[in-house]
């Protein structure tokens, strides 16, 4: 199994800066990928960042300029740094997993951290 800890959130002004961390404990190397999503209130779930074993980084469109994905492979923990925040940033971050090896396909989260924008 994998466990996924989220950590860093909190409340923020516009235009200020968070870095938040994921620690990936328990089966590690049996990781694909880890990617961040959030979740406003009233909203489904969407994509911000992933990041694979290589290093290799991808980011949704509305947020690639103002967001960082990082990851260290020797804590096994997965950073997003965000930039310039602005208030409908406001939502639940989580930290996905994507299992490999004998957890091939299997899918794993945080619990989530909040992340609160204010104008």
């Known amino acids: 199994q994998v466990q996924l800890v989220e950590s860093g959130g909190g409340l923020v002004q516009a235009g200020g800066s968070l870095r938040l961390s994921c620690a990936a404990s328990g089966s590690t190397f049996n990781i694909a990928y880890m990617e961040w999503y959030r979740q406003a209130p009233g909203k489904q779930r969407e994509f911000v960042a992933t990041i694979n074993s290589d290093g290799v980084t991808k980011y949704s469109d509305s947020m690639k300029d103002r967001f960082n994905i990082s990851r260290d492979y020797a804590k096994n923990t997965a950073y997003l740094q965000m930039d310039s925040l602005k208030p409908e940033d406001t939502a639940v971050y989580y930290c996905?997993?994507?299992?490999?090896?004998?957890?091939?396909?299997?899918?794993?989260w945080g619990q989530g951290t909040q992340v609160t924008v204010s104008s």
């Open positions: 996905y997993a994507r299992g490999a090896r004998q957890y091939r396909g299997r899918d794993f």
